[in-house]
């Protein structure tokens, strides 16, 4: 309560621009890259769960006192998730600024969903909420008024380009109420590799393309790879369809996501497929990204062959299988892109030792740089200078200091 008095007749500043609220497992990927695509943009302070595991029991008094707007971003069980439930309804009870993000698989809020309400959180969890003044009947009257709330659409399925834009227009409903000044990023915001069939590629980036949050990990790791090894990196899903093929022959790496779609959308197999039969000399790199993925135990080839999983001709199916299996038998790293910040980074330097060529390029590179400037001192330290040299600087010397120019040299070098 004294922080909301503080917050309410003190001038106190929210210490948080924006607080996304979000479902972890169906959108866990999607605020990370939604906290990404802001600090692009705006210099400012976003809470996301993940970054800050200590404030976790304190999370609806954040809302109410030290947030500025809370985004939802939302997903098809963000609404039905209690703890989103208790933000939304903070929020909205003590005149926050809420900026709700639908998503490509969000369903508005219909009255059938709003009754089935009282039957999907244990009395545990409304216990829970009771304690924090948050009713069931307060939870339904504020997702009535919420669907009166103009959304901004985010299709994960889109290109970061268009991820962007809809993170700027969030940014300024954000700011929309108040007077918060805050400064743009300089120099944060890079430009994503973008194929051209002229044109070398290192990492080509491959999901199942119906897997919302592999989709969003791809961009993630897009980025991240892109910064760090200072390479050329390419999402798949994003090069025109007609121009896939080329990128996919000639791209130096194949970075595989592995996700559960990967044993349910044939894609994924099919871009691999190309991949290898058209490059020869392109390496598979494997990661896994989600908790949920498991690998296949042997009778998943044998359905795959018999064309058990995959519609298409039996040839098709069996060089899915046949390439399948080949991935899966990679050593996969691990990326968690609902970690904190620090894991991530952890996380992404470890991926990065995967690409050898590419590492040991830059290795190269960055030991040359470092070394120039020690060869430029000892080139002018070490050497003696000639008796020419050493009386053309004394002349240089004696006029300086009589203010004179040396009548030897001219002025421009002087």
Not at 15 to 36: I, N, P, Q, Y
Not at 39 to 44: A, C, G, I, M
Not at 128 to 156: A, C, M
């Amino acid at each position: 309560a004294s922080r909301a008095l503080r917050s309410r007749f003190q001038g106190y500043s929210p210490k948080f621009l924006m607080f996304l609220c979000h479902h972890k497992e169906g959108g866990g990927s999607l605020a990370r890259w939604f906290k990404m695509l802001v600090h692009e943009q705006v210099d400012v302070r976003v809470f996301l769960d993940s970054d800050c595991l200590e404030d976790l029991e304190n999370v609806f008094d954040i809302v109410k006192t030290e947030t500025k707007a809370l985004v939802i971003l939302m997903t098809c069980h963000t609404l039905s998730r209690m703890w989103c439930a208790g933000e939304i309804v903070s929020a909205w009870m003590n005149q926050i600024n809420v900026v709700p993000v639908a998503c490509e698989d969000y369903v508005p809020v219909s009255d059938a969903f709003l009754d089935s309400l009282r039957s999907i959180w244990a009395p545990g969890q409304l216990h829970t909420l009771g304690e924090s003044g948050i009713s069931l009947e307060k939870i339904i009257s504020v997702y009535r008024q919420l669907r009166k709330v103009r959304t901004i659409k985010f299709d994960r399925s889109t290109s970061p380009t268009l991820h962007r834009d809809a993170v700027d227009r969030t940014i300024r409903r954000a700011l929309a109420q108040g007077n918060t000044a805050v400064e743009r990023s300089s120099g944060r915001r890079r430009a994503l590799a973008v194929f051209r069939p002229d044109s070398p590629l290192d990492i080509m980036v491959v999901c199942a393309p119906k897997d919302a949050e592999a989709v969003v990990v791809s961009c993630i790791l897009q980025l991240l790879l892109q910064r760090r090894l200072e390479a050329t990196v390419a999402v798949a899903l994003h090069i025109e369809e007609r121009e896939r093929p080329v990128a996919l022959s000639v791209c130096q790496y194949l970075l595989a996501l592995l996700s559960p779609d990967v044993t349910h959308d044939p894609r994924f197999a099919d871009m691999i497929c190309l991949s290898l039969r058209q490059n020869k000399q392109c390496e598979v790199v494997t990661v896994v990204v989600s908790a949920q993925f498991s690998f296949p135990r042997a009778d998943f080839f044998a359905d795959v062959c018999k064309g058990h999983k995959f519609a298409g001709t039996g040839a098709a199916n069996r060089a899915r299988a046949e390439v399948l299996k080949e991935v899966f038998t990679i050593l996969a790293s691990q990326f968690h892109a609902q970690a904190s910040w620090g894991k991530i980074e952890w996380e992404v330097a470890e991926l990065a030792l995967r690409f050898r060529s590419i590492t040991s390029g830059r290795t190269q590179l960055v030991e040359k740089r470092s070394r120039r400037p020690l060869l430029r001192r000892l080139t002018t330290e070490s050497v003696p200078a000639s008796p020419a040299r050493r009386r053309s600087r004394s002349r240089s010397s004696e006029a300086a200091r009589s203010g004179n120019r040396s009548p030897s040299l001219p002025p421009s070098e002087v």
